[in-house]
């Protein structure tokens, strides 16, 4: 199986998880979440990240997304990961957004994780845009 975990600082991963659940549907088991919480000790974390990992196996990859590269969350997931030879089989990707796990968690299953992941960061970059509402009072001022 291929698992998407999302990592971060406070409570943004479950936050994304729970937008996922809503949008790619609820009860998956390919979604997993954990975050360093304010005050939270890095083994504690560290500890928190085994747990969630308890179901991937050694035939599974791993897409795993952080809130911020190189942030105590990525680097100690990224850890844990080693210790239970599964780094080979995981891309880790910092700077995560919806749109990025959105697409990862509906297109995962379809393609090679090197594949997806070239798809994956261009595609999060376009749907960086800025929203703005014209008024039609603007046009009425011409």
């Known amino acids: 199986m291929k698992y ?3 990592v971060s600082h406070g409570r943004f991963a479950p936050g994304l998880h729970s937008a996922l659940d809503m949008l790619a549907g609820e009860g998956r088991e390919d979604i997993l979440s954990v975050s360093l ?8 974390y ?3 990240v085994r747990k969630c990992l308890e179901t991937v196996g050694q035939e599974d990859e791993i897409l795993l997304f952080g809130d911020l590269v190189g942030g105590s969350p990525l680097t100690t997931a990224a850890n844990v990961i080693a210790e239970k030879n599964l780094l080979e089989r995981t ?3 910092g700077g995560m957004n919806l749109p990025l ?3 990862a968690v509906l297109m995962k299953d ?3 994780l090197a594949d ?10 376009e749907e960086l845009k800025q929203f703005q509402i ?5 046009e009425d001022d011409i």
């Not at 919480?37 to 504690?44: F, H, K, L, R, T």
């Not at 997806?116 to 970059?125: D, N, Q, S, T």
């Not at 014209?134 to 603007?138: G, I």
């Open 46 to 48: 560290a500890d928190n």
């Open 116 to 125: 997806l992941v070239g798809m994956l960061i261009p595609e999060a970059r």
């Open 37 to 44: 919480e304010n005050g939270m000790s890095s083994d504690v």
């Open 4 to 6: 998407v975990l999302l």
């Open 101 to 103: 796990a959105l697409s």
């Open 91 to 93: 891309v880790m990707i």
């Open 110 to 112: 379809g393609m090679e």
């Open 134 to 138: 014209v008024s039609d009072d603007a």
